[in-house]
Structures are given as C-alpha cells and as structure tokens.
C-alpha cells in the first residue's frame, strides 16, 4: 500500500520550528524526562481509547489488555515507545505531531527565550517547556529523528510520521498490524546512553511508575501500574507523590500541599490533589480553566470538567475519581450531573479547611501560598456565596502593623477603643500605598489598615461588607472621624486643637478658584504630614476602582474628588492667613496655590496633574514670588 507517490511533505507551524530550534539546541541536564513525556503520551492515547470503547466495545474487543512497551535496537541505535492506545490518523498526525494549537503560544516562546539568553540555568527553561506541555516534542532532545507508526482504533489504514526536526515532516500511508501508535527515535551520538536497558529501567522507575498500565522492556515490568489514587495514603511516599504530580501537571516544582481523601457518602470519590509551590503560567489566562482530572471508576474522562472545581482553585491539579457518576453518559451530561456539583462542593469545603488548617499552623509556609495563589483564592469571595465565611477566615492581608500576613481576626483583636470598622486602602502596587498621605492620621493613632493590592479586592469588597459585624472602610473615601478612636498605649496629651475657622476664608477661595473639579473642599482628620490628600465622598465609587475601571476602558470620565486640607500643615495655616487678609480675591498667588494643591494630592496619589504645562507655570510663578 506504501507508495512514494502518496508521501506528503508538511513544514511545522512557525512556533513549533521555533521551539524545536529551542529544544534541540539545548544540553539540558535532564533531558531523561523525555521518556516520562512519550510514555505519558501513551498512557493518554490508552486512557482516550478506554474511553470511548465504553459506548463502541468494538473498539477494543481483539486487544483489550492495554500496555505500553519499550523497545531498545541497539545495532539501528534506536528507541522505540509503542502503545496500543487510540492512535491516529491522518488529519489526527496533521493537526497534532506538526502544530501546537494553544492559546499564549507566542507569549510563551518569548518568555522561553528571554530565561534561556538572561541564564544559562537551564531547569528555568525546562520548567517552561514542560508547563506547556511541548510533551512530544522533547524526543528531539535526543534523537536526529523520530518516526510515529500509527494506527486508529476502528481503522484499516496506519500512517507513518517522521521528521528531522528541521522545519518539515512527512507523512505517508503505512502497515501496521493494529491499532497503537510506536514512536521511533533515531537517536544522537550523545544519548547512546538511552540503549542501556538498566538506564531506561531507572528512568521508568523514577518518572513513570504511577502510570496506571504496565510499561514493559522485553519481558520485565518496569512500573508498579496501579493508578496512584487507588493506593492506601499510608503506602504512598513523598517521592511517589512528587512524581505523579510532575506527571499530571506537567510541572517541576515541589506539591506545597497533597490532599488524598477517601469520602464515603451519598456521593463516594477519592481525592488526589496537588497545590503547586510556584504558579503555573496560565493562572490568569481568561478560560480560568480548572485542571482535575475526572476519572469514573479509574476510567479517564475529562481533563477539565466543568463543573468539577471551582475557578478560584484553578491552581488545584490532580484527579478525581468517583465510582458514583455514569460511565455511560457523555462528558456534556455527567458536567450537569448534580452528583458533580455535590463532589464540588465537598472537594471545596476540604481544601478551604486544610488551607485553614495550615494557616493558622505555619504562617510563614501559608504566606508562600498566598503570594502564589492569594489574588486568585480570593475570587471565591465573590464567586462562592455558600462557602464565603470560610474563604474569609483563610485570608489573609498585609497591614500597616508589620511584615507578617494577618488573618481578619487578628486584625478584630487587635482594633482600638472606639474602632467601629476594619480600615483598608486599595491599589495596584503595595509599595506606593504604603506611602499614601490618606495614612497618616491612622499611623499616628496606631491603628491598622489593610493594605490591598490585587485588583480582586475591589471586587469581593463589593460582596463582603463585613467581618463579625465589623463593616470594611475605605481610608480614600468619606469621612475619617478618628476623634473617637482611643489609642491606648500612647499617653493621652491632647495635642492643640487645630482653629478650624480660620479655614474657611481658604476653603471659599479654593473653592471658587476650583469649581467643579472638586466635589469640595473641607479639613481633614487623617492627615499629619502631608498637606493635602483627596477622598471619594461616601455615596462615591472609591478611588482605586475608578482607576482599574478606567484602565479596562469600562468607565470614561472621573468622578470629583473632595480636597482635604490638613489645618495643622504650615503651608496651609499660611495660606490661610493671606486668604483672610484683605483684598486677598484676585491674590494670583492663592489662585496658582488652589491648584498647585490639588496637583500635589494628586502626584500623591501616583497620577499625574492635570495639565503639566500649567503645572509648571504655577510652580514658577510661586516659586518667584516667595524669592
Ligand atoms: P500533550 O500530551 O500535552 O497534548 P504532546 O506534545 O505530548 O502534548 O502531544 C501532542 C498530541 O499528539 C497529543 O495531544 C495527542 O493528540 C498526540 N499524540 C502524541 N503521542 C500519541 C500517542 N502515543 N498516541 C496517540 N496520540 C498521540
Ligand atoms: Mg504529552
């Protein structure tokens, strides 16, 4: 059947010519791992094939034992993974073996090449390579070329696949004798060392051994072939572990957390999931896709329910098997099984009390958590109303007391006399908020403030508007009446109270100089240091999320700001002063220092004034006459 005529050349998608040139051109110290990949691919085409022979039995009738072997030719010095899973065919090999047909591609690449021309540290690059899955494509690692042998269950024909790596493949009709796929690789000089058997044992036993079908070289059986899940905690090592996860979530790192559980009940499932110790690369990628695996039965059936998990543990990896959900209804069915939503939740409730658990048990290895995954665990504030008290209690928050996370509670206990409400400010960057002037008055009567800066905290704030009865108050919007908050630990000398009469000749003036670009102008509470600051007023959107609003295009205009004026401030009492003289209207000096103010509450606030060329002007004007 083979004839030349029928051989079809194909170049590689551009990105896949550019990882290939990546991939090839590396001497990674662990290049090995390019066996887990080939032999994970065999475990997924075996696991797709059990699949879909639960509705067409045919399928798997003549062959229903599935297994991976490994092949070693030592005289051709070449290596050979065959399974007898799915395989493919023709539009198969051609959208697969030759394209990579995922979002971010590029942005990926580029970030692959900047961590591998910055270092020479080659693990960084690999740990990008293997988060994206470029599974297959690692055989190029080690071998000049690779041929895939392939044929699809319920088909006659079988193709062959094969490429240098060098910007083309081929493909071409071919004879197998049934169904599976064997991939061929013709390896390099230097990675004779694959020909070894005990070298392809090792490798098999370090990378491999949870797969759930037997891997065999000649008559041996290299792996334990029970599907991990499956086995007694108790039995399970933390290399075991680490092992699987790599597998499963394509990743490199440590687990930071494992949660295997056993729940009998209406609904009975085991649980074998993963917390990564660093984030995953499409953590924010829109899909928000959730990454368990659902298995029925020890059958594999989705990759990404949906419906499984929630997306606010998208980081979550791992599988769920249940022997309770229908085999033999299609994905899209068992998705609205409300037997999944049942496994949802309970999978929800125990990873949010073992995130408890372990906060309240070692702070300083929960805080690595939350850099992680905070900003996105968070998002089950708003998402999650059943199960929001618990997130509550899990967060945890920067403040103005220190450098350690503190939980909600702490900071209730920690509230001063008088304190009717839990304090925050909101922005992008923690750096910049913690220099805001809006803190000042709280920092000099000891009481804390949150200090929120992922763009999520405006949003759960819309949700959650208090914590045991205390409600949440922003420091940038309404009044801040701190006269009634006691400060214990500092000795209570009344400090003079400033005149606040004599402000309102400054007020009017800035007022009518000003106009509508403030809402007004009042003195402020919060302010020490810094002369000015400007506040949302209280039936206002607040300042933060106006600007994350604006940046996402979703709102045009800015709303006015109030100006507050710190009556203590020397400038101020100065100003004031000369607004109180007479003939001070038409003084140009107030006129320029009305703006002059708003622009530097405004640079405060990390923005720019709002004419820059006035801006300098006014400066100079001023400037000029006090010398
Ligand atoms: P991934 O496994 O993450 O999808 P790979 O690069 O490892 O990425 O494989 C690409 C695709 O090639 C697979 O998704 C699968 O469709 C196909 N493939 C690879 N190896 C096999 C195999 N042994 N049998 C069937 N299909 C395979
Ligand atoms: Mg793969």
Redesign the pocket.
Known sequence: MTDAAAKEIHSFQTEVGQLLDIVAGSLYSNQEIFLR??I???S??CD?LRYEALTNPKLTADNPDFKIEIAIDKKAKSLS?S?N????NRD??L???GT?ARSGTTSFLEGLKSAQSKTDDASASLGLIGQF??????AFMVADSVD?L?RKAGEDVAWLWSSDGKGEFSVEPAERGSR????TLHLKKEAKEYLEDARIQHIVKTYSDHIGFPVTLGEDTLNAASALWTRAPKDISEEQHTEFYHHIA?AFDQPWMTLHNKVEGLVSYTNLLYIPSSPPFDLYEPERKSHVKLYVNRVFITEDAKGLMPAYLRFLRGVVDSEDLSLNVSREMLQTDPKLAKIRTGLSRKVISSLEKKATKDAQDFASFWENFGAVFKEGLVEDGPLREKILEVCRFSSTHGDALISLADYVERMKKGQEAIYYIAGDDAEKIIKSPHLEGFRAKGIEVLLLADPVDEFWLQHVTEFEAKPFKSITRGAADLDSITDEEKSDDKKDEPDLQALDGLIAAIKLELGDIVKDVRPSKRLTDSPVCLIADDGDMDVNLERILQRHGQLKTAMPRILELNPSHGIIVKLAERANRDGATGDELLKDSAYLLLDQARILDGEAPADLSEFGRRLNSVLNSAL
Do not use: C, Q
Request: charged content about 15%.
């Open positions: 990949e080939l994970s691919n065999a997924d085409a797709k993974i399974d899973g799915i395989g493919m198969d090999l959208a697969t073996l990579i899955g470029v599974g297959f494509y690692s895939v392939t599976g796929t064997t991939v394509h």
